[in-house]
């Protein structure tokens, strides 16, 4: 006895010819060709891991300073980029 269950994925509905598991992409990225990763979120990504950033052991020994009264706010300020 074979019970035959027919089920169907919406991911498999949602574009012809899309793969099995697949989303469609929004159609200005679709159109132009482009990978899921370019966007505007993604180049904000990428601008803030390409910030120059000091040691973070500079910056802990800073903050303790800081903390301690011996490095006032605006050397700490500088230090951090603000």
Known sequence: ???ALATSDPADEA???????????????ASAGLPARV????????????T???PVRIVD???QAYRLGK????PLAR???Q
């Not at 469609?24 to 990225?29: G, K, V």
């Not at 966007?39 to 390409?50: E, K, T, W």
């Not at 490095?71 to 605006?74: A, Q, R």
């Open 1 to 3: 006895m074979s019970h």
């Open 15 to 29: 574009a012809p010819g899309a793969g099995r598991g697949q989303r469609e992409q929004p159609a200005d990225r």
């Open 39 to 50: 966007g505007p979120a993604y180049d904000l990504g990428q601008s803030v891991a390409r």
């Open 52 to 54: 120059e950033r000091p």
């Open 61 to 63: 020994r800073a903050t």
């Open 71 to 74: 490095l006032g706010l605006p």
């Open 79 to 81: 230090l951090l980029g």
